[in-house]
């Protein structure tokens, strides 16, 4: 009886493991099974994070493009309301009354102009006064950049002149810290004005003024001859109604003429074929120090005269009055009417250029000496006095009152490394550098 219980007990011992076994191994396969999901879930999760993600940098990137088009809508639409009230003012204007259609045009005149409309307006009248009898040889243009509205209405007041608008909206990033943003936005401007006038208008040159400029009453004249100098010779690389030394302590002769290695600026004329040049390489700030370089005028020229045929007034703008009082207000603008349609203008060719220039430096009386200035002023006739280098230059200059400053190598106003002025009399100084005898062909006296 003890024996048979005892299997009893086994058997029911066993028939309840077998359901336990059972139910662990159910179990495990449902873990397992749970474990699987889990697993996908969280790969699942991770998938729609990284979609999401891609999503959010997809909605990022399309929200950019949207804010550049809007803002290119924008510009276009600027654009838009400029050309139709162009179109407007020269319908109102009729430019065709402005360039004949028989006679072709000597050049454009741009006035650049920004948010000074006192200034325009002074320039504006001053230009008027002998623009009338060549209107159709000399065309005018105001060129605003910006949309200052008082600039904007004084140009627009005048029915002598066609109104063109530069809107820039491009941040401007400069070089260097500390650097004027002005500086780079009025190479945008002078780029933009040229590539108008050569480029849309068609003109084969331009005169480019600024907005704080008197001319001279032979001014049209003078550049009308210049010209054909332009034409003749390509080692003219422009035409400039500017004297960095004519003040007037320091010139006599309006008829007067010379060829400078130093770009002047202020109020000059260049043609189409030295833009084509100049406009795809054109700088992104301080254009006419860019001009002063070796590289950019390749050895060309510029003419200019003894007596200034422009006067800048412009105490108050971006260079901050730089230099006005000693160098700008003094200048003497010149009052003859002189007859250039006359004037033979052959001896500033390249060719016969060197040779005149020669014959007066040859002919000036050698002073030396630390008294040279002293002994310029006592000696009757033309004087030169050397210089050994530009601080020796720059020790003389400074004596005598003339511009100092030198630009990639030369200083103002000079060719072949000669300075010429007047002083205080007919007489002309010839401030002589240690190579220019030799560059200019004469033998050391």
Request: aromatic share 14%; net charge neutral; proline share 4%.
């Amino acid at each position: 009886m003890g024996k048979w219980w005892r299997c009893d007990i086994r058997y029911l011992l066993l028939l309840a493991v077998i359901p336990f076994i059972y139910v662990q191994m159910r179990l495990f396969g449902t873990q397992t099974d749970y474990a699987d999901r889990l697993a996908a879930a969280v790969e699942a999760e991770n998938h729609c994070t990284s979609q999401t993600r891609l999503l959010i940098d997809q909605i990022s990137m399309q929200q950019g493009r949207i804010v550049a088009l809007e803002e290119e809508k924008m510009r276009q639409d600027q654009e838009c309301r400029q050309l139709r009230a162009l179109v407007q003012d020269l319908e109102r204007k009729d430019l065709k009354k402005l360039i004949s259609n028989v006679q072709v045009p000597v050049a454009a005149v741009v006035v650049m102009a920004c948010n000074r409309a006192d200034y325009l307006e002074r320039t504006i009248k001053s230009i008027l006064k002998y623009q009338k009898s060549v209107a159709s040889k000399f065309p005018l243009f105001i060129s605003q950049d910006g949309s200052d509205p008082n600039v904007k209405n004084r140009a627009l007041s005048y029915d002598q002149l066609t109104y063109m608008q530069h809107l820039d909206y491009e941040p401007v990033h400069p070089d260097r810290p500390g650097e004027l943003i002005a500086y780079y936005k009025i190479a945008r401007h002078y780029k933009w004005a040229l590539d108008q006038l050569f480029y849309k208008h068609n003109f084969s040159r331009v005169i480019i003024l600024e907005d704080d400029m008197e001319i001279a009453p032979d001014f049209f004249a003078y550049f009308e001859a210049g010209a054909m100098l332009l034409d003749s010779d390509k080692s003219i690389m422009a035409i400039s109604s500017w004297n960095d030394n004519g003040q007037k302590q320091f010139v006599q002769d309006p008829y007067a003429l010379y060829r400078s290695d130093f770009f002047p600026g202020l109020g000059w004329m260049l043609s189409i074929s030295t833009w084509d040049e100049l406009s795809p390489k054109w700088p992104k700030a301080y254009w006419d120090d860019w001009l002063r370089q070796k590289e950019n005028h390749k050895g060309r020229q510029f003419v200019r005269p003894e007596v200034c045929r422009t006067y800048n007034f412009g105490e108050h703008g971006s260079s901050l009055g730089q230099f006005f009082k000693q160098y700008l207000k003094p200048i003497k603008l010149n009052d003859v009417q002189v007859d250039w349609k006359s004037m033979d203008l052959s001896y500033l060719m390249e060719d016969k250029y060197v040779k005149h220039f020669a014959e007066l430096v040859k002919n000036a009386k050698p002073v030396y000496g630390a008294d040279a200035v002293l002994k310029a002023y006592n000696i009757d006739g033309d004087v030169r006095i050397q210089y050994r280098d530009q601080m020796d230059f720059e020790f003389i200059a400074r004596q005598f009152g003339i511009f100092e400053e030198w630009k990639d190598g030369i200083p103002r106003a000079s060719y072949k490394g000669v300075v010429v002025f007047r002083y205080q009399t007919p007489r002309r100084v010839f401030l002589v550098g240690p190579d220019s005898l030799q560059l200019l062909g004469i033998g050391r006296t």
